[in-house]
């Protein structure tokens, strides 16, 4: 350890979550910092994401507000604010029947913008390391430090390992297979059985098609297009459609989801995420309402992501260990919320560890307290997302919102619906929530 350093923190993946605890670790300067990518440069995939008000305040408190802003039409505003638009889309005319307020506005940024506003703002203490992707891991008894052992043969000893290596993270199999084998020595089959059925991710029965649309094109076919100014949702059974404007209106991030509920939790056969066509998945979306088809017709190349989840987890920390974002709980997005709860992870995380009486001889219950307060809120999370992804395909037992013959019926279901999405997203209003949650009795652990 470096003098004067009293913890020395690995990161494994330099994605949103990654880069966002490395931020708010860097306010520590008794924190050695290093941040390993499997990647060979630093690139973000991926196209829109959307900010609640609760993680937006961790974008206030780490200083990134200003520079957000830049990248985004997207404006600050307080109290009740209008956000999405829902039509009920599977049918030649499209019925309007919903808007979303909110507590707060709804923030819309490029995922790309997202991650090199945290690179500009990250010090030089942090260092980066690309093309190193992790094998394994070992943690050393009697404050030995883990060491990581990397697929180019090199290795790294740390204090502290935080797998934010995403979907198929290496140190969230790691951490399993080590409880699994304890769990098995100790005769208990199966909580061992329980550990590795969390190890590899499962298929949520749902495929996104994901492109952006360059908002002149979208012009062109209809300049009164919704979608050019307001965030939209088109809804139908077993799909639906989501897009709104990004990079100061230039962009339309679009997504198409073709869902199948009745292949949940299975094994998807075929390529998580490729190249793809529009024809894939048109005739999902056939017989739907014009804006649809318009937008539809825009759509160029799009890219097809077979969503899958991680079976839940008694923990998301094993000793001196601990997994967050993708890694913890890779979700569904029809909450709209994986990147929210990353940064929520990052910030608690880089908070418990940056406290003054954390230090390598008790960080395994300063790894305990996020553990306590992070494993449940994200798991609400999920299970509302999950929901959604049902309430948004018109999957709801025992209602018929196809029922033309019964407008007030039809409406009044649809009405329902809405209030319940609605309801379901209010966890991300609620604002004051950090750093609240990490004070008072929580810090007896690292005391007692």
């Not at 931020?23 to 196209?47: C, N, Q, T, W, Y």
């Not at 299975?266 to 390529?271: D, L, Q």
């Not at 992070?374 to 196809?402: C, I, W």
């Not at 750093?435 to 007692?448: A, D, E, K, M």
């Amino acid at each position: 350890m470096s003098s004067g350093s009293r913890l020395r923190v690995a990161i494994c993946g330099a994605g949103i979550a990654g880069l966002t605890c490395a931020l708010a670790l860097s306010r520590h300067p008794d924190i050695e910092i290093d941040i390993f990518e499997s990647a060979g440069k630093l690139a973000e995939v991926g196209a829109g994401i959307g900010l609640f008000p609760r993680p937006w305040q961790i974008i206030r408190e780490l200083g990134l507000e200003q520079d957000l802003l830049k990248t985004t039409e997207s404006r600050l505003l307080e109290g009740p604010v209008p956000s999405f638009r829902y039509r009920k889309s599977d049918q030649r005319e499209g019925l309007e029947f919903y808007r979303l307020i909110t507590q707060g506005a709804l923030i819309f940024l490029h995922r790309a913008d997202y991650q090199q506003t945290l690179l500009r703002h990250l010090p030089p203490t942090c260092r980066t390391h690309c093309s190193k992707r992790l094998r394994s891991y070992i943690q050393r008894p009697s404050g030995g430090g883990t060491e990581l052992f990397f697929e180019d043969g090199t290795s790294h000893v740390c204090d502290v390992l935080i797998g934010a290596d995403g979907l198929k993270s290496a140190v969230r199999k790691t951490m399993l297979n080590e409880k699994a084998d304890k769990a098995k020595a100790q005769g208990k089959w199966k909580e061992s059985a329980e550990l590795l059925g969390s190890v590899d991710p499962v298929w949520s029965g749902c495929n996104a098609y994901r492109t952006l649309i360059p908002a002149e094109r979208l012009k062109a076919r209809a300049p009164m297009h919704s979608v050019l100014t307001e965030p939209m949702q088109y809804l139908g059974k077993n799909g639906y459609v989501i897009a709104y404007p990004i990079s100061r209106g230039k962009m339309i991030n679009f997504v198409a989801f073709d869902m199948r509920h009745d292949l949940e939790n299975t094994r998807f056969n075929g390529p998580w995420v490729c190249a793809s066509d529009k024809s894939k998945f048109a005739s999902r979306f056939s017989g739907w309402e014009p804006e649809v088809q318009t937008l539809l017709d825009c759509v160029e190349n799009p890219l097809q992501w077979a969503i899958h989840t991680i079976p839940p987890m008694r923990s998301f920390v094993s000793g001196r260990v601990a997994v967050m974002g993708d890694a913890a709980h890779a979700m569904t997005p029809h909450e709209g919320s994986g990147a929210g709860q990353a940064i929520e992870d990052a910030y608690l995380l880089a908070t418990v560890l940056g406290h003054h009486r954390a230090n390598r001889n008790n960080v395994h219950r300063a790894l305990a307290i996020y553990d306590d307060i992070r494993r449940p809120a994200a798991y609400h999370v999920m299970e509302h997302s999950r929901k959604n992804g049902q309430y948004f395909t018109l999957h709801v037992d025992g209602v018929d919102f196809n029922n033309s013959g019964k407008p007030k019926e039809q409406w009044d279901n649809l009405q329902r619906l809405g209030r319940t999405f609605e309801k379901n997203w209010e966890w991300g209003e609620f604002v004051g929530f950090f750093p609240r949650c990490v004070t008072g009795s929580f810090w007896r652990g690292l005391v007692n």
